[in-house]
């Protein structure tokens, strides 16, 4: 409201613009998690809309992980002279769970980029998007994870109660997830060569991963003790806390302490980015 000061006439001042403020980054989070509807639409019709006209559907993710699951399990446990009852499971759960790492990290870095059209007609969180891909995975990885079921009921691994330890452990994935695509969205969405640095990034650190070999090959001999290096892949202690319930293993609480530490540092730069380029990104894209 404008004042007056010996006649003149003194605007008030502007207005102090809250866009790039932590509230606004929790409540674009809270305004995501309120229109569940539109993104569990959203992410459900990617999956229809990827599989559409074909004879199978969505059963062609099942199909397809099967397929490089076994014929994987079967070469290397030959190669590296370990039992099939036990390697095929541990390769199947691997693949299983790296998907869904490595969906996260490359549908994430494009998430803004391929819904121009979407974000610039519809005014909505941009929380949204990020919420449409965690599901995307979700449902990505329930195709995938019957396969392991059906391998389970053949092979019947030692699985106890220590099994429900893959609860906590998806809740972890699923909060890596979100982090994930918000800060490789955001960020991707400015500099559009980072899309193609994970690309080659998530490719070749599935090299360094133990998913399709094991880091106690005793055929390697000595090389084993090298490969304790494995154990600087960060990606690898998320691969402990899922698998190695599933399997029987017993999990060291490093892995877990690992994967809680990463999951607070990624947390903390995805605020940030919220905080300061969430406003940005409909310019951007």
């Not at 399709?212 to 005793?218: K, P, Q, R, V």
Request: hydrophobic share 50%; charged share 15%; proline share 5%.
């Amino acid at each position: 409201m404008s004042t007056a000061v010996n006649d003149r006439v003194i605007p008030p001042a502007p207005e102090t613009s809250d866009s790039r403020t932590l509230r606004r980054g929790f409540a674009d989070l809270a305004e995501g998690l309120r229109t569940r509807e539109l993104w569990l639409h959203l992410g459900w019709q990617d999956i229809r809309q990827r599989y559409r006209r074909s004879v199978l559907g969505p059963l062609w993710i099942t199909v397809a992980t099967a397929i490089t699951a076994v014929a994987m399990g079967l070469l290397y446990s030959q190669l590296f002279g370990i039992d099939i009852d036990k390697f095929l499971p541990y390769v199947t759960l691997g693949l299983v769970f790296w998907n869904f790492i490595q969906n996260s990290i490359t549908d994430g870095s494009e998430v803004f980029a391929t819904n121009e059209g979407l974000i610039k007609q519809l005014p909505a969180p941009v929380s949204v998007h990020v919420y449409r891909i965690v599901w995307r995975q979700l449902i990505i990885f329930a195709h995938n994870i019957v396969i392991f079921i059906a391998i389970w009921a053949y092979f019947r691994p030692p699985t106890g109660w220590s099994g429900l330890l893959i609860i906590p452990a998806m809740v972890l994935f699923v909060l890596n997830s979100v982090w994930v695509t918000i800060v490789f969205g955001i960020l991707s969405t400015r500099f559009r060569d980072i899309k193609q640095l994970l690309a080659t990034a998530v490719q070749l650190i599935f090299f360094m991963t133990p998913i399709i070999w094991t880091i106690n090959m005793d055929s390697l001999g000595k090389m084993s003790e090298r490969m304790k290096l494995v154990e600087l892949n960060p990606l690898y202690h998320y691969l402990e806390i899922t698998r190695g319930p599933l399997l029987g293993d017993h999990v060291e609480f490093y892995h877990w302490a690992i994967v809680l530490g990463c999951t607070a540092v990624g947390w903390l730069m995805a605020l940030f980015v919220m905080r300061n380029y969430r406003a940005r990104v409909a310019y951007w894209v």
